[in-house]
């Protein structure tokens, strides 16, 4: 049973506009979220996390939107360059209780130039 | 500080025989987490470790894996009589501390014959 969502396996967005990469999750007791990249042949980089207590976290170009009551939250990068093109996972955890990271399948976002 | 180091980088193993892969966590990090990805899958969760302790082993299969993290030296996961279905890509991930970001490894790539 899948718990954390990515509906979108691939996504293509023009250099400079904005990507927004979306994930759902099914578990209310999350606690904590993450976005991690991942390049081919690499391992997972840890991107940006929040905290069920805010709704918002924003890190450069990198922000990250949760949507609680609708067990929602989306990445957006702006504006989106080449090296944005990878693999990204959204992920969650449950902060206080254990420590395994649950994820999503990805989502494969293209850069077009 | 180097990262998170994992080896081989590629394995290849035919049906039966044994496979360890080995991580060396950052500097300074004494908890490791091990991640499989099946193709076209996100990261599942297998096991969490601490010095010389397992902590939560609940998404390694029972039989045929086995996790350590000796004093001294890397953490192993260790695959007995590996099938086909073992082919993936293994990541280890390694924290600080149990709440903390972990930082994962480029990963080794099993892959059974």
């Known amino acids: 049973d899948q718990q954390v969502k990515q509906n979108s396996p691939s996504l293509s967005v023009q250099e400079g506009r904005i990507s927004i990469l979306n994930c759902d999750y099914t578990?209310?007791?999350?606690?904590?979220f993450l976005w991690y990249k991942k390049y081919p042949a690499e391992g997972p980089t840890f991107l940006i996390s929040i905290s069920s207590i805010k709704d918002k976290n924003e890190d450069g170009r990198f922000t990250v939107f949760l949507n609680k009551s609708a067990k929602h939250l989306s990445l957006h990068i702006v504006p989106s360059q080449p090296g944005d093109s990878a693999v990204y996972f959204c992920?969650?955890?449950?902060?206080?209780?254990?420590?395994?990271?649950?994820f999503g399948k990805g989502t494969r976002l293209h850069i077009l130039p | 500080n180097a990262g998170v180091m994992q080896n081989p980088r590629h394995l290849v193993r035919r049906r039966g025989q044994e496979a360890r892969l080995r991580c060396s966590p950052m500097k300074g990090h004494s908890h490791v987490y091990w991640y499989r990805q099946l193709p076209e899958e996100g990261l599942k969760f297998m096991v969490y470790l601490q010095k010389e302790n397992i902590i939560d082993e609940s998404g390694m299969p029972k039989e045929r894996f086995s996790a350590e993290f000796p004093k001294e030296g890397p953490s192993i996961l260790r695959i007995q009589q590996v099938v086909r279905g073992d082919s993936a890509a293994y990541f280890c991930?390694?924290?600080?501390?149990?709440?903390?970001?972990?930082?994962f490894g480029p990963g080794t790539r099993l892959l059974v014959l």
């Open positions: 578990n209310s007791m999350f606690d904590y």
């Open positions: 992920a969650a955890s449950f902060l206080n209780r254990d420590d395994k990271i649950i």
């Open positions: 991930a390694s924290s600080k501390a149990r709440t903390e970001t972990q930082y």
